[in-house]
């Protein structure tokens, strides 16, 4: 039987020899940009893909999500690898549809295909025979949160109970036989300047989406008896530009939002305009007051003029903790291909300011969320294009295929260990329980 370095030797040449596939899935993707929940056309086009490779799977998770489950040559642990299937809407990208504005700004449109390459590597056969347990290969919708309104009207529905992709994998029981899980990030140059780099923290959030509530009249002719909306949700936002002085620093608070609808036509008093907002910090204690003061400040606002507000707070992410363990191994196999000077190690309090619901999973159960510096330009700018591909698609491939080789070789010796130390911050049923708490709709009427 192959020894270890054998196995991952194998696993490599794989994924070399189908580099340039890999790579044409990722411009195929990003040539196909769909926001989160609407990604029919990439989930087909995975689906195919991981047919093509014989993977059996299952589809419509989520709505839009995929997974497949692989077995090695005996029983053991589940490893989780992967991959993000939205995209952001970004005006003015050289990427972005013409109609919907949607674009691949944050590089999602490679990781199905690292998901992808990796299981190319683990499906030689005599790799996936040296493994004690399964590959469970995950594609998961929206993971960027954004047109809230949209999600909240599928949550109405009843066709979503959480509003972002992991959320409600968990919920839906998914991620139930899932031990360990990994995925790889892209990152610009700008960002890290190493080529592949691990560790680091993510900010916590809340969404908001509010609904301020006037009464409509003449604008010209008799704006003494509206009741103007937009001039609410002025007032609401200079409030909370006020509230910045009483933010710590060191809890990495971040408020901000979107005006989504400002009113119906110019020459009438606006008497519904809409908000979608973000309140993100470091701990669930710092993003609480954060929202209770954008709440202040929204009624603020409903007051001020005599309308009312709608307020649905809504459950967003939660901070990422990598698993220390998983970690070494992953930065180990990263050097092996890129050269150790080229990979980084970020302390865990490094905080890089945005949120991903990989920190909602990562609370459940050993995770790891390393990043692949292979973009130019600011993340979700207009600016944001991967640069090298290969540093992009085939090397993360590379290195989590290497980094699943470790955990369920030799009967999975390592990955048992990492369960066995790993400490959840929750269950599956506490996760549920503490994110519905979050969720709350409030009418304030300022009249």
């Not at 944001?384 to 955990?407: H, S």
Request: glycine residues 10%.
């Amino acid at each position: 039987m192959p020894n270890l370095e054998e196995l991952k030797a194998k696993a490599q040449a794989a994924i070399d020899d189908r580099a340039e596939w890999l790579i044409d899935a990722a411009k195929t993707i990003l040539d196909s940009p769909e926001p989160g929940f609407t990604e029919l056309r990439t989930s087909r086009f995975v689906s195919e893909k991981m047919a093509e490779l014989g993977i059996a799977h299952q589809s419509g998770i989520a709505l839009t999500g995929l997974k497949g489950v692989v077995r090695g040559g005996a029983s053991g642990p589940t490893v989780a690898v992967i991959g993000e299937l939205d995209s952001l809407r970004v005006l003015d990208h050289p990427h972005a549809d013409p109609d919907t504005a949607a674009a691949h700004a944050c590089g999602h449109h490679c990781q199905t295909p690292m998901m992808l390459g990796a299981a190319v590597g683990l499906l030689v056969p005599e790799v996936l025979e040296s493994l004690a347990g399964n590959i469970a290969f995950i594609a998961v919708p929206a993971e960027e949160f954004i047109d809230v309104e949209f999600r909240w009207g599928l949550h109405k529905a009843g066709k979503l109970g959480m509003m972002a992709g992991k959320q409600e994998f968990i919920r839906l029981g998914a991620f139930d036989d899932v031990d360990v899980a990994m995925m790889v990030h892209t990152a610009s140059s700008s960002q890290e300047t190493a080529k592949f780099s691990v560790g680091g923290t993510s900010n916590g959030h809340v969404v908001k989406y509010v609904k301020f509530i006037g009464r409509a009249a003449h604008a010209g002719g008799s704006p003494h008896m509206g009741v103007n909306a937009l001039q609410a949700a002025m007032v609401a936002l200079v409030a909370l530009n006020t509230q910045r002085e009483t933010l710590r620093n060191e809890d990495n608070v971040r408020l901000h939002g979107i005006m989504t609808r400002g009113g119906a036509a110019v020459n009438s008093v606006p008497a519904d305009v809409r908000y979608e907002g973000r309140v993100r910090g470091r701990t669930a204690e710092a993003i609480e007051d954060a929202s209770a003061k954008m709440d202040r400040c929204l009624r603020a606002g409903a007051l001020s003029m005599g309308g009312s507000v709608e307020i649905v707070t809504i459950p967003g992410y939660l901070p990422m903790k990598n698993d220390e363990p998983m970690m070494e191994m992953f930065e180990t196999n990263a050097a092996q291909i890129v050269g150790a000077d080229s990979v980084a190690r970020h302390p865990p309090d490094l905080n890089r300011g945005g949120s991903t619901d990989m920190g909602d999973l990562s609370q459940l159960m050993p995770v790891i969320h390393p990043y692949t510096s292979a973009a130019v330009g600011a993340g979700h700018s207009v600016d944001y294009v991967i640069e090298d591909y290969v540093q992009a698609v085939v090397n993360p491939a590379k290195a989590m295929a290497m980094t699943v080789i470790d955990l369920l070789s030799e009967d999975a010796q390592a990955a048992k260990s990492v369960i066995e130390s790993s400490r959840p911050a929750m269950s599956r049923g506490q996760y549920l329980s503490f994110q519905r708490s979050r969720l709350v709709e409030e009418l304030y009427e300022g009249r």
